[in-house]
């Protein structure tokens, strides 16, 4: 497969003018290669609109290539691959690990959320499928080809693929591609999502090779964080503050890595003496496997050396006195008539699925419920909609009053800031012939383009939906 008289040439098929649903296709006079393949999130109806329907044919790609195991980089490969794609799937060993849990966990989630949703909507009549089960999951899975860092691979002829740490979460990649175009190779970058300079649990992105082309994400392309050192005075408040009024917080939180660095901060504040000891229990199967899934990882060389090292002091950073790991459906459910204060860690991190959706129903609606943000929240889910202060939303279909109080901390987030983003580009020693700003919502990523351009950066598009660039 290839693109027409030997021309290169790239289409961006999701994340483009928004965060999710990344899939961007490179043609070039060889091969075509998918990079990534990510679940569109947001409003039901877009949902199932840009998630049921390839805009190309499923079988057309050559090969998967996959910057990291977050849904909306990999959620619809079970879908890809029921649909007729079976070529390689290429990605890290740490994201092959990750993607066992998170496509099967999604395809449970698919299947349960559709079932929950007829049940509701019994007497109106509306039905939904599930966008795929766990036979699709296992299709895709069987798919993987695990590479090593650095390791150059070969997904079909004429292309040439490496895989740098990315810094991001466990696993994650950029990946860069080498081709032939028509006047010459030619080398891509595609940034996947990039790490911050600074984050709790990773190692620092690679500094970049140089490229020709630079597809570059700018979720937060026109801001900067909070360092990731005030993160445990902020939750040593939080906890002082909930002994005192009994409250139930609860943390809606990626099952990877959001969940990881949380349970990470609390089992650092048990040695502060001056903090309360509160319960925390991290309600969500996935986090729980995945979790074992960084431990078996701790010594590889994905993590930061100051985390190593206090993994090595510490013994178990993801185990403490009070926290639980909850698995059971029933132990679960056990938690709505526990007394706080109270901490519940649970996924999906955006409010769109899974159990935290069923403690949000149950407790959103009582003033001593905190519902704590603690990572990105995408246009039009209800993680957003909580976090933009609407006092009404819909939780499986039926209306719920918001009496809790929404808090956001910013500090986690495992995303390049402006700096980072600008630190990261300026480490090219030339500058690119293009950059492709992806990933990221209108606001974020033309506030990137204009940083860009005031340090004489240019090229710089900002592709649309469905859009495609000749690669010269
Ligand atoms: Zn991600």
Known sequence: ???????????????????????????????????????????????????????????????????????????????????????????????ADLLSIMLMDSARLQEADAKFFNKIHAADGETIEPLYGEKEAEQALALLRPCEPGEVVSPAAGARARFLNAGHVLGSSMIQVDFDGPSGPRRLLYTGDLGRREVPLMRPPEPPPDVDYL????????????????????????????????????????????????????????????VPRIPVYVDSPMAVNITEVFKKHLSGHAFDRDFKAYAGRDGDPFGFDFIKYVRSKEESQALNDKPGPMIIISASGMCEGGRVLHHLRN?????????????????????????????????????????????????????????????????????????????????????????????????????????TFVLD
């Open 363 to 467: 407790h959103i609606g009582q003033e001593n419920t905190v519902i704590l943000m603690v990572g990105y929240q995408a246009a039009g889910t209800l993680g957003r909609r909580l976090q933009d202060g609407q006092k009404k939303v819909r939780i499986f279909g039926l209306e719920h009053e918001v009496a809790a109080s929404v808090e956001t901390m910013p500090h986690f987030s495992s995303h390049a800031d402006r700096d980072d983003i600008l630190a990261f580009v300026k480490g090219l020693e030339r500058r690119p012939r293009k950059i492709f700003l992806v990933h990221g919502e209108d606001s974020q990523r033309d506030a990137l383009a204009e940083a860009l351009a005031a340090e004489g950066y240019g090229g710089i598009e900002k592709p649309g939906l469905g859009e």
């Open 215 to 274: 597809v570059m994400e700018s979720t937060y392309g026109g801001r900067t964080h909070e360092p990731a050192a005030g993160i445990d005075s902020r939750l040593a408040d939080l906890l002082r503050r909930a002994e005192k009024t009994g409250a139930r917080i609860i943390i809606p939180a990626f099952a990877l890595e959001r969940s990881q660095e949380i349970i990470v901060a609390f089992d650092r504040l048990r040695n502060d003496p001056s």
């Open 1 to 95: 497969m290839a693109a027409p008289g030997g021309t290169a040439r790239i289409t961006f098929h999701g994340a483009a003018g928004e965060v999710t649903g990344s899939r961007h296709l490179l043609e070039t006079a060889g091969s075509a290669l998918l990079l990534d393949c990510g679940l569109f999130q947001g409003r039901r109806a877009e949902a199932l609109l840009k998630n049921r329907n390839f805009p190309f044919p499923p079988a057309y790609p050559d090969a998967v290539l996959l910057s990291h195991a977050h849904i909306d980089h990999c959620g619809l490969l079970p879908r890809l691959a029921g649909d007729g794609f079976a070529g390689p799937v290429i990605a890290t060993r740490e994201t």
